[in-house]
């Protein structure tokens, strides 16, 4: 594997004062987005009302109103970061992440199957909302198994597995489609802008759901994650010291899609975010390995509520979905990572 | 010259004559088309349809087969037809065999090109349009084999990489562009995912000239073609003008993309499947190859509109989804034997 020679170079900052900026970074971007909106709530205000003051109305608004959108983006966007650093480290390939593997389209088929399969005449969903992250968890398996089955013993080749996550993904995609269709009308149509990566219609509830299954899967990850191989040792080496094993390799895939899937179940089909994150996070901490985590999640969240930020104060009222911003940026950046990666490979 | 043509015809698995093949598809092309005319959410005898395209006597019967029956079995093959032959042209230009409209983000760009010419420069006439799509395809063109070169070279795999890549920029660019413009999700369905239902039959004939073009083009280049089958230099030594052939059979490839796009939407992995049945069919001189692709493509793309008719019956499927699950899973067939 020559791409691993291709690390981008360390940074001279230090990792600790680079996460504390990226983290700052953060969460002045969080407090603008909640207090982005119909009327302007200063920043101050914001972080006061998060923190438990504020007067009743303030309450009111930045808590049932704004919060639970900006904080879907941050939870969505660091989720799907988090399951793109895990697969590029565990493919050892910088373009892998749980879109182009086809998880992200696996876990969107999912969650519309659930809602075509559960929805009552009314079109309410006949069993209990809290069954949605496990329908998208199981299509997110489903995929990126597949997608390793069919890549059979050479799973790490890169290219290959990016051709049937790609694959994958487009049998997924137009069975979605289809799916839609037979779901109630309303719901098709709820399902066509969540599809595309949308956070403005999500509720406390929803937020529950996500943090309860990103947080428990997040800790394990981060436990599992000590025992990635450093991303200077080949397949060969790293297996002889014990580390890389096939077993352990599932796992690693497993949390990841159990990653995607609960940022995807109410978030929809965010793209991209766990493609660029991680390699930015390495531009900016290079390979220290709780520095990386950590960045690429504060990165993806950043992204994802950046874009969302974006859609409102330059689109607005139209409600883009956000999923399609982070598209326009990160489609070029995985060409230029295509063209850079193969130049350097001469 | 003769020496070449005769190996490759030793491409087709079937030993039938020619003759016949093209006569079966001839014959199985008429019949898909009767088919598309006669059944769907109601069925017609043959007898109510010849009544409603001869004499309209204005009766809802002749209505629905005259106004919304005959379009889409008019405009279902000719696009099949036009994306069938086009994906031979990519297949043989960048020598690779899960190379299509779309997997090079071709059908895609066609489809931005449309939507951008609709809402930002208020084309409204239907030749603007079909301009637009075949614009658009040849700059996607143009830009996706510039950054796969830029990636070293032409890999097979590379340039597949790069335009499904480009394809998800331009959906989700039209994405933006239609919602900004509250359009209906039925109108961003079909600039995504492609259909033959509701399309004026004005789109028919708007869109024929422009296949016929796109088609006599690659006919005229097919010996060519046939020699850059193998390798450049092998082109180059028989006297094929390869920079003049490649750029003329791209201007092809954007005309009959594009005309396809205009009329029925980026109807999915057409151009990926129709040209491997078609070599299985007739071997690979491109003249066979490009009749057979035409041919198969337009009942290719009659059955699937048929089929989107019964698979979620009362409702109709987008006949986008239909192909692109096929399509999905012939691209999973042909990785799995490319890569054994």
Not at chain 1, 7 to 15: F, G, H, L, M, N
Not at chain 1, 286 to 291: K, L, P, S, W
Request: hydrophobic fraction near 60%.
């Amino acid at each position: 594997m020559t791409d691993i020679a291709l690390s981008p170079r360390r940074s001279i900052a230090r990792p600790s004062a680079t996460v504390l900026a990226v983290a700052a970074v953060f969460v002045l971007l969080f407090l603008a987005g909640i207090g982005f909106g119909s009327t302007w709530i200063p920043l101050e205000t914001v972080a006061n009302v998060l923190l438990g003051g504020g007067e009743k109305t303030e309450k009111l608004v930045v808590l049932q109103l704004r919060l639970p959108r900006v904080l879907a983006a941050a939870l969505a966007g660091g989720a799907i970061a988090y399951a793109g650093y895990l697969l590029q480290r565990i493919t050892r390939n910088e373009l892998a992440s749980p879109g182009v593997l086809g998880v992200v389209d696996g876990a969107a088929l999912g969650v519309v199957l659930f809602l075509a399969i559960f929805s009552g005449a009314s079109n309410s969903l006949t069993v209990s909302i809290a069954w949605q992250p496990l329908a998208a968890a199981i299509g997110a398996v489903a995929a990126i198994s597949l997608v390793f089955i069919l890549s059979g013993r050479q799973a790490s080749s890169a290219i290959r597995l990016l051709l049937f996550g790609i694959a994958v993904a487009a049998v997924c995609k137009a069975l979605t489609t289809i799916f839609m269709l037979i779901g109630p009308i309303y719901q098709a149509s709820q399902a066509a802008r969540w599809l595309a990566g949308a956070v403005n219609t999500i509720n406390w509830t929803e937020i529950q759901l996500m943090l309860a299954v990103l947080i428990p899967v997040g800790i394990i990850a981060g436990f599992a994650a000590r025992h990635l191989p450093p991303a200077d040792l080949d397949d060969i080496s790293s297996r002889s010291i014990g580390l890389n094993l096939p077993v352990y390799r599932i796992f690693i895939f497993f949390l990841a899609a159990l990653l995607t899937a609960g940022a995807v179940a109410f978030a929809g089909g965010v793209s991209f975010i766990g493609l660029m994150a991680p390699h930015l996070a390495r531009l900016l901490v290079g390979r220290a390995r709780a520095a990386g985590i950590v960045v690429s999640i504060l990165l993806g969240a950043i992204i994802l509520v950046g874009a969302d930020l974006l859609i409102r104060v330059a689109l607005a009222p139209l409600e883009v979905p956000a999923g399609t911003v982070t598209a326009v940026i990160g489609a070029p950046y995985f060409l230029y990572l295509l063209v850079r990666k193969d130049k350097t490979n001469g | 010259m003769t020496a070449i043509a005769a190996t490759y015809d030793r491409g087709a698995r079937v030993s039938l004559a020619k003759g016949w093949i093209y006569a079966g598809l001839v014959v199985a092309m008429g019949i898909t088309m009767l088919m598309s005319l006669t059944l769907g959410y109601k069925v017609y005898s043959l007898g109510e349809v010849w009544a409603a395209l001869t004499a309209n006597d204005g009766s809802e019967t002749a209505t629905v087969i005259a106004g919304l029956r005959l379009p889409r079995a008019l405009i279902a093959p000719l696009a099949g037809a036009a994306l069938g032959m086009a994906g031979v042209l990519v297949q043989t230009l960048s020598r690779n065999r899960i190379a299509s409209p779309d997997t090079l983000g071709l059908n895609a760009g066609a489809s931005l090109a449309v939507v951008l010419a609709t809402v930002v420069f208020g084309v409204q006439s239907l030749v603007g349009l079909s301009l637009a799509a075949a614009t658009g395809a040849l700059l996607t063109s143009v830009v996706v084999f510039g950054v796969a070169a830029g990636a070293g070279g032409l890999s097979p795999l590379k340039i597949v990489l790069v335009g499904v890549t480009f394809a998800s920029l331009a959906h989700a660019v039209v994405e933006i562009i239609l919602t900004s413009n509250e359009a209906q999700l039925q109108q961003l369905l079909f600039w995504l995912s492609g259909a033959f239902v509701d399309r004026p039959i004005s789109l028919f004939y708007n869109g024929l000239p422009v296949v016929l073009v796109g088609a006599a083009l690659a006919f005229v280049l097919s010996v060519a073609l046939d020699a850059m089958q193998a390798d450049d230099s092998t082109a180059a030594s028989l006297g094929v003008p390869l920079v003049a052939v490649r750029g003329l059979a791209f201007l092809a490839v954007s005309l009959l993309t594009g005309a396809a796009v205009s009329m029925a939407g980026p109807v999915a992995f057409v151009g990926l499947v129709v040209p491997h049945i078609a070599r299985r069919l007739v071997g690979l001189r491109h003249r066979h190859q490009l009749a057979a692709a035409a041919l198969s493509g337009a009942i290719y793309a009659t059955l699937a509109d048929v089929a989107a008719r019964f698979v979620i019956y009362p409702v109709e499927a987008p006949v986008g989804a239909i192909t692109a699950v096929v399509g999905a899973v012939a691209l999973l067939v042909l990785l799995m034997r490319r890569l054994a």
